[in-house]
Nanobody, 128 residues
């Protein structure tokens, strides 16, 4: 059984930082790119970042460039999302998802339906 388990969410004041983790099991981890999404209450799930199976140059949504950093440790089957200078509009449940490859640069991110596996999410609350 494939499992993706997120952790590291919590409550933080605006300007603060959190590091999320996504631990995968039941799949050949280094065959998959891993992406992070977030979903605010009443809104659609939005793509945040993606990292290729071998690492390399990551992908970020414009709204998080320069503040969020995605990384992975294939030996630990883990992907991280370091979130700095958090803003209240980033209050959401954060999900990680596995896919064969990130989208091509210059193209729109793949919609959520195109991802193979999902975690259950970890909540992040950013207060003003």
């Amino acid at each position: 059984e494939v499992q993706l388990v997120e952790s590291g969410g919590g409550s933080v004041r605006a300007g603060g930082s959190l590091r999320l983790s996504c631990v995968a099991s039941g799949l050949r981890f280094d065959d998959y790119a891993i992406a992070w999404f977030h979903q605010a209450p009443g809104k659609e799930r939005e793509w945040v970042s993606c990292i290729l199976s071998g690492g390399g140059s990551p992908y970020y949504a414009d709204s998080v460039k320069g503040r969020f950093t995605i990384s992975r440790d294939n030996a630990r089957n883990t992907v991280y999302l370091q979130m700095n200078r958090l803003k209240p509009d980033k209050t959401a449940v954060y999900y990680c998802a596995a896919v064969g490859a990130c989208h091509k640069r210059g193209m729109s991110p793949r919609p959520p339906t195109k991802y193979d596996y999902w975690g259950r999410g970890t909540p992040v609350t950013v207060s003003p």
